[in-house]
Each structure stands twice: as structure tokens, then as C-alpha cells.
């Protein structure tokens, strides 16, 4: 695998990252890209629901300095194809590409991180090809339910997936903002989110209701009667404010063959955005036992 020894194009004027490169897989072309030194287990990042790698575009310069990181827009999103097609739009379809992009483009194991659906991925990729990932961070996710507790609220969303059309373009998603926009605008430069709206305004629409009826409808099986043929070690972060996550994810930790919990004081759904210190000492703190654990 090549690599870029450099981190030109990281976290630049606009906050950003160039993805530079392209994987073709089962017609559609992800764009992607790897930072930092030449050798080294890789840290890969997969981003969440209709987000793309930007999302942690401000946290690569410091991972990729004495690691390798790698990460790729999911298709449908950010930089990646868009299909227009629903049926390309599944988790299963996210998970096959996920570990065609390992086989590919990754020289052994990786750290594997997702965040929210990305941590659904993860998971069933870890599940699917344990050769493939040497650590496990579940990031904000669920292994069995993406649904809110409140009701009104789940049925509110399921109702909106399911009666959404893709034909009308991406709906203004500004309506659902909640705390944590203010503080992300307190943490993030202006440029980076500015750039962030503009990503998501190329995201496939096809893809928002496709991938959502799946994750808010429930209509993707529970994972969670496998957690614990997952024996390498993972680690479960989430903002304490997150819900439904937070209040699964004592559980999933526990329930992992391996696995540590972090909840991250204040924060909601993005913690590395709102709260960068914390969120960066716990990848630190769970790659330093990855390490460990592969020197036994």
C-alpha cells in the first residue's frame, strides 16, 4: 500500500481533507484516502448516516502523526458514487464494501472505527472478517436499536423515511438541530462547517431514505446475540447526552468479548467535534491497549 508521508491537503484552509484516490467496488467508485507514516497497524475511521470523512477531518492531522490513517466516503455519500438506486443502498451492501476496501488497501489488520450507522458497519464487518481488524471503536452506534426510546419521536422519523421522496432533493435537515449545533459551531472553525453543508448537499437522496428506513424503521436485524464472538479489543464511546446510544452502551461494552466503555461528559452525537480532548484521549487510551494486546 501506498502512503503519503505528508498530511498536505489535511485539515487546510477550509478545514478539510482532499480524498485523492478512488476504489472501484461492485460498480460504484469510493473516494479515499491515507495519511501519515509509512508503517504501522492503520487506524480506519468510517463516517455515520449522510456524513462522509470530513467528519473527522480535524481530528486526522494529530491520529495520523506517528500512525497511519485511512478512511473513504461510503457510496452514496460525500465524495463517492451516487447510484440513484435503492437497492444498492444497504447495510449489507456497506459492510461487502468495507471489507473489500480492507482487502485492498489495508497491509494487515486495522484499527477499525465507526461512528453511528459506520459503527453498525464495523461491527458486522469485524463479525463478518475477523482477520481484517486488529481493534474495534463503536462510536455513538447501536448493536440492536437505532429507534429512540420516545415514541412519538421514532414514529415521527419512521413516518417521515417512509413517505419521504427522493425526487423532491434532501430535505432541510436545520429543523432537527438540537444542543449540540451550538456546540459544534463553538468548536469547529466556520470554514469547516461551511464546507460540511456543502458535502452534505451532494449526498444521494436515493441514499437518505434507503439506509434511514433501515436504521429507523429496525428493519436491520439485532446484532446483538454475536457481541461476544467479538475477542478483540473494543472500546464503546458515546456522549452521555446521546440517546438512545449512551443508554446502550454500557451494555454493548459489556456484552463485547473485550470490551471498555467511555461516556463522554456534555456531549452528544459527535464527541470528537464538541469535545476534541476527551474524545482524543480515549482513541489514545484504547490504541495504547491494542497495541499491548498485540505484543502479548
Not at 458486522?124 to 462510536?139: K, N, Q
Amino acid at each position: 500500500m501506498s502512503a503519503v508521508s505528508d498530511l498536505t491537503g489535511v485539515a487546510g484552509a477550509d478545514g478539510g481533507v482532499e480524498l485523492t484516490r478512488r476504489f472501484a467496488v461492485d460498480g460504484v467508485e469510493l473516494a479515499w484516502d491515507r495519511w501519515g507514516a509509512d508503517e504501522g497497524t492503520a487506524l480506519m475511521l468510517g463516517h455515520g448516516f449522510s456524513g462522509s470523512v470530513h467528519d473527522f477531518a480535524l481530528q486526522i492531522p494529530a491520529l495520523a502523526g506517528g500512525r497511519p490513517v485511512i478512511a473513504f466516503d461510503k457510496r452514496g455519500h460525500g465524495f463517492s458514487t451516487k447510484t440513484g438506486d435503492a437497492g444498492a443502498y444497504t447495510i449489507e451492501r456497506l459492510v461487502a464494501d468495507e471489507i473489500a476496501f480492507l482487502e485492498a488497501n489495508a497491509d494487515g489488520p486495522v484499527d477499525l472505527l465507526g461512528h453511528s450507522m459506520g459503527g453498525r458497519v464495523a461491527l458486522c464487518t469485524t463479525l463478518e472478517r475477523p482477520d481484517l481488524v486488529r481493534s474495534l471503536v463503536l462510536m455513538d452506534t447501536s448493536a440492536w436499536s437505532f429507534q429512540t426510546s420516545d415514541r412519538e419521536l421514532a414514529a415521527l422519523l419512521a413516518g417521515f423515511f417512509e413517505t419521504y421522496d427522493p425526487a423532491d432533493g434532501l430535505p432541510d435537515t436545520s429543523v432537527l438541530d438540537g444542543p449540540e449545533a451550538e456546540l459544534i459551531a463553538a468548536q469547529t472553525p466556520l470554514a469547516w462547517r461551511e464546507r460540511k453543508d456543502a458535502i452534505f448537499a451532494g449526498f444521494d437522496p436515493v441514499a437518505l431514505q434507503a439506509l434511514g428506513l433501515a436504521l429507523f424503521t429496525d428493519a436491520i436485524p439485532s446484532m446483538r446475540p454475536r457481541l461476544a464472538e467479538v475477542t478483540c479489543p473494543a472500546t464503546v464511546i458515546a456522549g452521555n447526552h446521546d440517546h438512545p446510544f449512551a443508554d446502550q452502551a454500557p451494555d454493548l461494552a459489556t456484552e463485547l468479548g473485550d470490551g471498555a466503555l467511555v461516556l463522554v461528559p456534555g456531549a452528544y452525537h459527535s464527541p470528537q467535534l464538541t469535545h476534541p480532548d476527551e474524545w482524543s484521549a480515549a482513541i489514545g487510551a484504547h490504541l495504547a491497549r491494542a497495541e499491548a494486546a498485540g505484543n502479548e
